[in-house]
């Protein structure tokens, strides 16, 4: 992935659900699904990553990798009641807030909380924890995942929402998975979009047992990896 992508013109896209995306011009590629950001967003990550994890656990880490528009941290913290939730986000290329002060999520959920949660996400510190609302800390980390060092045996639950393999296939690599497996505590899931075969291979050298699971609108199917 070139290095300096950011620098490329992002652009606005209305993804077929209404909500917002943004297009990379440079690796011809999406933020989210075409077929709806929001609606992919909830399915692969709110539905069968986080409420099966808070069925489990009340105090629960999350790490993303690929923390882009804030889109999963909003309706994670729209989603968590009494849950108390600890949520890092690495991503290696910050977006402006130029950039996201446009994106059309708050107006696209039913929350009357969504616009104030989403603001104060974008505008917490880089690199330090804060607590968004009462019982849910962010802590955006500024770096590429394969160069962080991670707490051992932490994470119950990690959304893996890079880009696409074909697009980005540096970070989908067996070493990155392993990092994350070891950042994870025993029955810990990672939700992500895509079942590619060589991912699903990958995960599994990685430790992971793997279930492929429907997908969200217009794609067949995503997987689900527990670490044992
Ligand atoms: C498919 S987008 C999804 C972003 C986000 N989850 C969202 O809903 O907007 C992938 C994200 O991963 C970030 N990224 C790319 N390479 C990365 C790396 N090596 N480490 C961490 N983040 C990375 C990109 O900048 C982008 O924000």
Redesign the pocket.
Known sequence: ?PENF?QHDLQLRITNDGSHTLFVPSLS?H??SVYG?IQE?RHVFIETGFRKISQKYQNINIL?????????ALLTLLSKEDSKIHYDA????P?DELITEQLNYSSQIDSQNAYEYFTKLHQSAWNEETEIVPGFFLKKIS????TIALPQSNFHLV?F???APDK?P??WQIDVFKIIFDSMRSGGILTTYTSKGLVKETLKSAGFILERLPGPPGKRHMLRATKP
Do not use: C, K, P, W
């Open positions: 992935m950011m590629e933020y989210h950001a967003s993303e990798v690929g923390f882009g528009t804030g889109l999963n690495v991503e290696a290329f977006l770096r590429r995942i394969e959304y929402d890079a880009f980005q540096d970070i």
